[in-house]
């Protein structure tokens, strides 16, 4: 059903959604979008920096005789 809008098809599709929330509504939605966006991505750096972190932080904890065997 979807595979054969358009160009035509997504104008109009556009165009109601402006008509039916406004320009504000939609500019103030989409700037909560740009923030959601930006907080994802600060959580991210910061698991992988924290990810990062733990590695070079963790000890080696195999018994002496292990050691060896390798």
Do not use: C, H, Q, Y
Request: hydrophobic share 45%; aromatic share 2%.
């Amino acid at each position: 059903m979807l595979n054969n809008i358009g160009l035509p098809g997504l104008l109009l599709i556009a165009v109601v959604v402006l008509v039916l929330f406004g320009r504000g509504k939609i500019s103030s939605l989409m700037g909560e979008v740009g923030k959601g966006i930006t907080a994802f991505k600060k959580g991210v750096d910061d698991g992988k920096k924290e990810i990062e972190d733990g590695m070079a932080e963790a000890k080696d904890v195999t018994p002496e005789e292990e050691k060896d065997k390798v």
